[in-house]
């Protein structure tokens, strides 16, 4: 059975570099027709999609974070990564990591992780 | 992009009886529809996909309908794990987009 397990730093601090991983086990990340996908909830409120990337390593962002966000896969470790540069007091969330097959919605989803900027 | 807006906000609903959940969208997102769960400390599960497809292991007394812009999950008889957050999101096109949230309540 496919899991997948946030992690990274809890607090960050303003103008810094939020990076988390998410490792996923009981399956390959190479696995066709898949989009690995991030998404983030501020304390109290309701889901953002983040951003995704494909099986073959395409990626696709939200407009609204797309100069600040990179998200890629090392199948080496069997795992994605999410960075998100300079950021500010409204990037505080949990952040949760997702496998989204072609044509469905979100399947499986990490526990999340909650990140905190504050210095 | 395309904005997703459910109604209504929260629903008070006394167990046994039956939630009718509305989501529509600004443009047609044609089936590509999905509906989560979200308890309380809890990530989102999925529920629904393509509009009215049951995720594995979804009891049948969930069910969704609907194409284009509009779309309706119905709860037949809720049981009190049902009360929970629901979430609609499309992904019809980039980027994808939920909608704010209705909360089912007890009433």
């Known amino acids: 059975q496919l899991q997948l397990q946030e992690s990274g730093p809890g607090l960050v601090k303003p103008s810094e570099t939020l990076s988390l991983t998410c490792a996923v086990s009981g399956g390959p990340i190479s696995s066709s027709n898949i989009y690995w996908v991030w998404i983030r909830q501020p304390p109290g409120e309701g889901l953002e999609w983040v951003g995704s990337i494909s099986y073959s390593g395409s990626t696709y962002y939200n407009p609204s974070l797309e100069s600040r966000v990179a998200i890629s896969v090392d199948t080496s470790k069997n795992q994605h990564s999410l960075k998100l540069t300079s950021v500010t007091a409204a990037d505080t969330a949990v952040y949760y990591c997702?496998?989204?097959?072609?044509?469905?919605?979100?399947?499986?989803w990490g526990q999340g992780t909650m990140v905190t900027v504050s210095s | 992009e395309i904005v997703m807006t459910q109604s209504p906000a929260t629903l008070s609903v006394s167990p046994g009886e039956r939630a009718t959940l509305s989501c529509r969208a600004s443009?047609?997102?044609?089936?590509?529809l999905a509906w989560y769960q979200q308890k309380p400390g809890q990530a989102p599960s999925l529920i629904i996909s393509g509009a009215s497809t049951r995720a594995t292991g979804i009891p049948a007394r969930f069910s969704g309908v609907g194409s284009g812009t509009e779309f309706t999950l119905t709860i037949s008889s809720l049981q009190s794990e049902d009360f929970a957050v629901y979430y609609c999101?499309?992904?019809?096109?980039?980027?994808?987009?939920f909608g704010g949230g209705t909360k089912v309540e007890i009433k």
């Open positions: 997702a496998r989204r097959p072609f044509y469905y919605g979100l399947d499986i």
């Open positions: 999101q499309q992904f019809n096109k980039w980027p994808l987009t």
């Open positions: 443009e047609s997102v044609r089936s590509y």
